[in-house]
């Protein structure tokens, strides 16, 4: 059984920082399989995609977050992690990973999307950021 398990959520400053971490684990994970996204969850609002990695070999990231979030990749320790600086009231929310078979996270004009949310393999518990001006 594969679980994702993210780490990082904190409550910051606007302006502040915070590294987010996924880590893959069970059974059936193969590491480097996976095209691995960060979503995240507002209150009242949809989920909404933030960036994806291509295995760990390029990225894409949706407008909002573009030049101020970061998603790497480490293999070796089945963990993708998001490094998020200048945040801002407006990114408070639950932060999610998850994990599709290469092709099926797409950027789309300014937006992150998943071709269809039964395409997505495994989804992480969340964990929660809450940013204060």
């Known amino acids: 059984q594969v679980q994702l398990v993210e780490s990082g959520g904190d409550s910051v400053q606007s302006g502040g920082s915070l590294t987010l971490g996924c880590v893959a684990s069970?059974?059936?994970?193969?590491?480097?399989?996976?095209?691995m996204a960060w979503f995240r969850q507002a209150p009242g609002k949809g989920r909404e995609g933030i960036g994806f990695?291509?295995?760990?070999?390029?990225?894409e990231y949706a407008d909002s977050v573009k030049g101020r979030f970061t998603i790497s990749q480490d293999n070796a320790k089945n963990t993708v992690y998001l490094q998020m600086n200048s945040l801002e009231p407006e990114d408070t929310a639950m932060y999610y990973c998850?994990?599709?078979?290469?092709?099926?996270?797409?950027?789309?004009?300014?937006?992150?999307?998943?071709?269809?949310?039964?395409?997505?393999?495994?989804w992480g518990q969340g964990t929660q950021v809450t940013v204060s001006s």
């Open positions: 990695t291509r295995r760990g070999s390029s990225t």
């Open positions: 998850a994990a599709a078979a290469p092709g099926y996270f797409a950027k789309i004009q300014e937006r992150i999307v998943v071709a269809s949310p039964q395409l997505i393999n495994y």
């Open positions: 069970g059974s059936g994970w193969v590491a480097g399989s996976y095209w």
